[in-house]
């Protein structure tokens, strides 16, 4: 049962979307984007504020009418239970995940227990407090990295067969198979995304674009596993929060969409690029930056290339992206360099306790 006061507040808005790991970096710009785009929705922020779930990432949000955080995790029972009993949820986007590879590979067991039973958790209450005969939408984001390696030629299409390599991108397979069976065995109104490789404001800096910004900002060696040979589709995170909402709004119960930038980059030709914006930008001498370069070890199934056909979603619902990836890596480094306090509470640890104690809006 809701409170009258509950009930009261819920009634106000047309959707109550719960947005899992809305403080992380693709969470977060999707939370402000949902919140300045759809002031008749509330949108209720879920996260367990792990080492990459940073509320300091909606500063200019926080105090927005229709923007609530709520502290949880998605593989508590009672935790999801409350949050839909007391938001009235109509509707679900899924981002919260382990994610990242080199983390997996040391310790698969959380991958397996966040991604894969943390999302049946969310798939079960949500099949229970749902009637068929209402309109919802279940909205799972997942990764490109669950089709595998590619070779030098060919695309990930929405049928391509799924070949995990990692325990990372085995965990979102099936967390992936498990949003399919909720849809065909309890006709759950499921959609479901798979996008490229993210970069953009806000990203956690163990990931390669983040990493190697800080790293050349403090001239510490640049990590390049094996030859930098690996190529990666780039999709700036602005245009995957905007393919979200295109899809969340616009897609079809049931159906996939791959969402991809068409910037295939090799490894090492991103990150000399980087060294050359940010030689520009910092006033160092050319090529200064780009002798911090350190080959290291490969890494354990390492995918040797990822690339994505999204032209369902472009043919279908209209989304296409909107930057080339030398503008928004520009943009990126610009955005870096303009918040380095930002950088160092994120890689100190320091931010966390700063915002758990000053901030729970209800």
């Not at 940010?278 to 995918?303: F, I």
Request: with cysteine; net charge negative; proline share 3%.
């Amino acid at each position: 049962m809701f409170s009258n006061f509950n009930m009261i507040d819920n009634e106000k808005f047309t959707k109550r979307i719960l947005i899992t790991g809305g403080a992380g970096f693709i969470g977060s710009h999707l939370v402000r984007l949902m919140v300045n785009k759809y002031p008749d929705y509330k949108i209720i922020n879920f996260d367990k504020l792990t080492y990459a779930g940073n509320l300091e990432n909606l500063k200019d949000v926080e105090n927005a009418e229709n923007y609530f955080f709520e502290k949880g995790d998605i593989c508590s029972k009672a935790n999801v239970e409350k949050v839909f009993a007391e938001n009235a949820i109509t509707d679900v986007i899924h981002l919260a995940a382990e994610s990242h590879v080199d983390r997996s590979i040391e310790g698969p067991l959380e991958f397996v227990i966040t991604n894969v039973l943390g999302t049946v958790n969310l798939l079960q209450i949500a099949k229970e407090k749902w009637s068929k005969n209402e309109d919802h939408v279940f909205h799972h984001v997942s990764t490109d990295e669950v089709y595998g390696s590619l070779g030098e030629e060919g695309l990930f299409h929405e049928s391509t067969p799924y070949d995990p390599r990692s325990p990372y991108s085995a965990s979102k397979a099936s967390s992936d198979h498990f949003v399919n069976a909720f849809y065909h065995t309890y006709g759950l109104p499921i959609k479901m995304s798979n996008c490229s490789n993210n970069y953009g404001s806000h990203h956690f800096p163990e990931k390669l674009i983040p990493l190697m910004i800080n790293n050349i900002l403090q001239k510490k060696p640049l990590p390049i596993y094996g030859k930098g040979e690996n190529i990666r589709d780039w999709l700036w995170v602005e245009d995957h929060a905007k393919a979200i909402d295109t899809i969340f709004h616009k897609g079809k119960i049931g159906e996939s969409y791959n969402v991809g930038g068409l910037n295939e980059w090799k490894n090492i030709d991103l990150v000399k690029f980087l060294c050359k914006v940010m030689d520009e930008k910092l006033g160092r001498q050319k090529g200064e930056s780009e002798q911090l370069l350190t080959y290291v070890s490969d890494r354990a199934g390492h995918d040797m290339r990822y690339a994505i056909d999204a032209s369902k979603l472009e043919k279908e619902l209209g989304w296409t992206p909107s930057i080339t990836f030398e503008k928004g890596l520009e943009l990126t480094v610009d955005w870096y360099l303009e918040n380095k306090e930002w950088m160092d509470r994120v890689t100190s640890g320091g931010y966390q306790t700063y915002y758990e104690n000053m901030y729970d809006k209800r």
